[in-house]
């Protein structure tokens, strides 16, 4: 696993006003200056292919343990791999990043964003899905390569399929 970025960033409010799913958890969305929330964006290559069962076990695990620990998120798929944005207290994010690093159905893992907020971007998303489309995996793919501001302006586009605009 490399660690490409890591910047103070400003919060995106467009996804405040998700669903929440049956029986989530109340999740504290505005948090005080000494418990910001622990904002993550990676990317990865699958092992398999897009569509594999493996797809569907990920996405269970995400959603059984994400609710249990008070983790929200956006899972991104692509023809060739994963981006994720991962939220919550630092204690629970950074030991569940290293998890998922390691965790064998993926490679190449690399952190684009590590960033403190005071409100989660996807309130109410155990761990939301989406496939991407063609456009938008070569979009966010040329945000990557552009750096810090680029990067912002990925987690704004992924703001953006999470909440339907797109
Ligand atoms: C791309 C990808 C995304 C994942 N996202 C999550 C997640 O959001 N939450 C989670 O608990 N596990 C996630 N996992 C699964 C973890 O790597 C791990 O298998 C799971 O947390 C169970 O860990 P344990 O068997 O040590 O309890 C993800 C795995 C992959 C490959």
Redesign the pocket.
Known sequence: MSEQLAFPGRFVPHATNMPQPPNAPALPNRVSRRSMITQLLYT?A?RHPRGHSSDFE?LQ??L???RV?G?T?Y?LRDIGG?C?V?EGPAEIVEP?FA??S??P??SDVVLRMRRQVPERGFLGWS?GYASLSPEDSAFLATCFAEGAGGILLAFERIGRVASGQD
Request: glycine residues 8%.
């Open positions: 990865s699958s990920i695990d995400a059984s343990h994400n620990q983790v998120g899972l994963f994720q991962l569940l998890r998922i390691g965790d159905r993926h761990m």
